[in-house]
């Protein structure tokens, strides 16, 4: 049988008999060989011709070039993910629990200085205790409904919501025997200052670290490079070039056009995703350096002023018996502006003060700075009158009034708290819009990208084929 490979069959021969013909060799069907080996054979075949190789050639550049496609758009998509949430959900929710904290820290401070009016506690006063606990109780609900199935946010979330309302009925309770001129009021409002030191702002604090880990995780994915789909882009662009090559050499032809479009259309998604991965990966770089971690500092620097002032009032409201308190107090301060009498030294202000890169971050925190060399000098000559027995005197120092020998006090350690305040919350406001404008950046930077790099994967992967059928197309 001319032209038949025995692939599949036995040949067999007779040997002639009396009265048999021989007619010639016979060939019987014999076991038959696997599919996937005829396939090789059959690939082998092809490849052996010009038509076959381009096949080939056209069939290895699409799948390469649309797997490119598809792994920029999955890792691209990621990192933008994470891009939009570094400044949409993570910082904004390290923010809200830093604002927690000082909101927390501020009612334990504002509760211990309405201690130290005589009589009814102003109106003012109460007001912003009541303000600060209503915005710490929804903040709390904020974080519980955004913490995505996180246990330790929710872990956390769910002890402040139980202490909480402990805290603010030993307040109560104490508010109320000191209304009456009984001395079990300071007791409990040191009951609620344990509270609130022991256990709320221990937890808030570990919220804080929480969701700020969190923001650290969505940096580190934003910002993580996309080795695969850089590799396979470069791999893909080079396959197109040198199938442009190879049928320069064969026809003497300089242009393939559907080849040529699909090295511009596979040339553009590269450059895209290297500019747009880069320009983003310098933008949240930038977000960071210049308002994240500026943020951190000056969260830490509010909150520590704030206990500061906590721990200064009830030093008086302890009358006699606030050593402790007073001992919290320098530890705190100096933590926040370095030792007594080594301005500049170190401390939270310094470091706030060297990371603030424009006249808008520096002047406020300048300011508190300033305020805080002004509450030293002028707590330093209240606990001197306190040290002294001339309990008046420290108290005027601290909220204003008259001393001891009638003499009105108009520069209180009261002002300089609130200077240092405002001066840091000035300096979070100018961070933050900072931090928002850099991330928004690296967030718009990719925008588009992993939808745009698989478009124009599937017209690199057309452009290859319909290059490759032209060719094919002379052979018929």
Known sequence: ?????????????????????????????G??????????????????????????????????????????????????????????????????????????????????GGFLVSGQEPAAVLRRYQNDVHTAAQLIANAAAN?????????????????????????????????????????????????????LLPTAKKLYQVETGRLHDDYAAAESLPWAAWGLGVIALAGLVWAQRRTYLRTNRVFNPG????????????????????WARVDLGDSWDHGGKSLQVLNQARIGSLQARGNENLTLVARGAGAAYEDAYEKGMTTLDGPRGQKGAGGLLSEALSLADDSGGRTPVQQAVDGVAEWRSRHAVANGDDTNGDYDSALAYVIGGKDSSGKEITQTTGQSFDAVDKGLQQAVDHETGEFQQTAGDARDALTGLPEGAAVLAVLAAAGAVLGIGRRLSEYR
């Open 1 to 29: 049988m001319r032209g038949q490979r025995p692939w599949g069959r036995v040949r067999v021969t007779h040997t002639p008999t009396s009265g048999s013909t021989v007619s010639g060799p016979a060939w019987l069907p």
């Open 31 to 112: 076991p038959r060989r696997a599919a996937w080996a005829e396939s090789v054979d059959r690939l082998r075949d092809a490849a052996t011709t010009e038509p076959g190789r381009l096949r080939i050639i056209g069939a290895v550049l699409a799948l390469l070039v649309l797997v490119f496609g598809a792994v920029t758009a999955w890792q691209i998509s990621a990192r933008s993910t994470a891009a939009r949430d570094v400044a949409t959900r993570s910082e904004p929710l390290s923010a809200d629990a830093a604002e927690i904290y000082r909101s927390l820290a501020d009612a334990n401070t504002t509760a211990a």
């Open 147 to 199: 913490s995505q199935g996180s246990a330790d946010t929710q872990n956390q979330v769910t002890l402040l919501n139980e202490q909480l309302p402990v805290y603010t009925g030993l307040v109560e309770t104490a508010r109320a025997n000191n209304r009456q001129g009984l001395p079990l009021g300071g007791a409990y409002l040191r009951y609620a200052n344990d509270q609130m030191n022991g256990t």
């Open 259 to 278: 080849m040529l479009a699909g090295t511009a259309a596979a040339g553009l998604a590269l450059v895209w995703l290297v500019v747009g991965h880069t």
